[in-house]
């Protein structure tokens, strides 16, 4: 029996050929005169604003919410402009003519989208985090490798823009990291303008929610999906669902893979998983996210990456090692620090434009591989908070150390909602 990392593995090593949509080859009568990607956004609340500007002719916007799709819609145009709108996402997966699917939904509904826009042909730009569960990151990688499709998650700054509070690139960090300028292990330390402090507070639950009528237009049993039925109170859903367990892992979950994906690239832990977590908070409701005060994560080779949720360490380094340390605005207490990693060799190249990975079939620099990696941890840390218990973790098996932790991995979806690879 294979375990979770061998079938990761063997997926990654299928067969390389790539099925490429006709029109960018020029095939077919509805190749555009430019060979222009075209896509669909499935999701229209807050954060598919990011996407509707995106290269590619646009031609589907999908939501559950007619409120939602209608304002969409009209800030696009409409049918006018060549964009019809959708309820049920199944109903865009059937379009032949669409390539790019923009996954914009709550994390509840990611991996079941996201396998399907694979299994009908679709490449997936998929927001992040990456999967709401373990398991469901596993079905997704294997899901883009069987159907040998292109997928992009939407968290950017291992490669692109300043890093939050350096000043610089990740490429920097990356650079004295792999040059061994800071020694090894290294340790990072997510605080003060780089922290969390300011996003978990947002994103709390409430445990006296009311019950309240689903307000017309909105489909909320869709919106549920897979997730249990529950009655419909405003603060659960859009804007605010990222409070509840059922849907997303609080502040974690919304910021988690844009702080902890860099971190992951910058120790070149691209294909493993920590093998702790250790939690400071209060004990959790059931339903409702409350907040965390600390979350360390450690690797065998003794590298930390630790997420301050207190802000107490606000003026520790970003990135120290046994020989130096790298403190925001890309401060550090190695002499001529900049001088000396310009003299050093870069990181490998990646393809940083989604576009190009579509048409080359080449892989994105934040893919399925590299992005469930990163997305296990924001995942390991939420099982840690949920539980309020530090855990260990084996990433060659993908389990915990804890049946409770582990029930977590693979959790059912309520009827008719299942994956199938």
Not at 52 to 65: E, F, H, R, S, T
Not at 79 to 91: A, L, N, P, Q, W
Not at 285 to 302: L, P, V
Request: charged fraction near 25%.
């Amino acid at each position: 029996m294979f375990t979770r990392r061998q079938t990761l593995k063997s997926l990654a090593a299928l067969a390389t050929i790539q099925i490429v949509p006709s029109r960018v080859l020029g095939l077919g009568g509805q190749t555009a005169p430019s060979n222009e990607l075209t896509r669909a956004i499935i999701g229209c609340g807050g954060i598919s604003a990011s996407h509707l500007g995106m290269p590619g002719k646009l031609l589907a916007l999908c939501d559950v919410d007619a409120g939602h799709l209608k304002n969409r819609m009209d800030q696009v145009g409409g049918e006018s402009k060549g964009v019809k709108g959708y309820h049920d996402f199944r109903e865009v997966l059937k379009r032949d003519d669409i390539d790019i699917i923009h996954v914009a939904t709550p994390p509840h509904w990611h991996a079941l989208i996201s396998i399907e826009a694979a299994k009908a042909g679709k490449d997936v730009w998929c927001e992040k985090p990456m999967s709401r569960t373990i398991g469901e990151g596993v079905a997704m990688v294997k899901a883009v490798e069987k159907h040998k499709r292109v997928f992009r998650l939407n968290t950017w700054f291992r490669f692109k823009d300043n890093f939050y509070g350096m000043g610089v690139p990740v490429k920097q960090l990356k650079k004295a990291a792999m040059n061994d300028l800071l020694g090894w292990p290294l340790t990072i330390t997510v605080s003060g303008v780089t922290g969390f402090d300011w996003k978990l507070g947002t994103w709390v639950g409430k445990t006296n929610l009311p019950v309240q009528p689903v307000p017309e237009g909105f489909d909320y049993d869709f919106w549920l999906g897979p997730a249990p039925l529950k009655p419909y109170s405003a603060h659960r859903t859009h804007a605010s669902f990222r409070g509840y367990w059922d849907y997303d892992g609080g502040g974690l979950g919304d910021m988690g893979q844009h702080y902890l994906d860099p971190a992951q690239y910058i120790l070149g832990k691209d294909d493993t998983a920590p093998i702790s977590v250790e939690i400071d908070a209060d004990p959790q409701d059931a339903d409702a996210i409350g907040t965390w005060r600390r979350i360390e994560f450690t690797y065998a080779d003794g590298c930390k990456i630790i997420l301050d949720g207190a802000n107490k360490d606000k003026d520790a380094a970003y990135i120290s090692g046994p020989k130096g340390k790298i403190f925001k605005d890309f401060k550090s207490d190695i002499p001529d620090l900049e001088k000396k990693l310009a003299a050093l060799p870069d990181p490998p190249e990646q393809i940083t434009d989604f576009h190009e990975s579509v048409r080359s079939r080449k892989k994105f620099a934040l893919n399925e591989q590299n992005g469930f990696w990163s997305c296990t941890m924001v995942n390991m840390g939420v099982t840690a908070h949920r539980l309020n218990k530090s855990l260990k973790f084996d990433p060659k098996t993908l389990k915990f150390d804890d049946p409770a932790a582990n029930a977590l991995i693979d959790q059912p979806m309520r009827g008719p909602w299942k994956i199938e690879v």
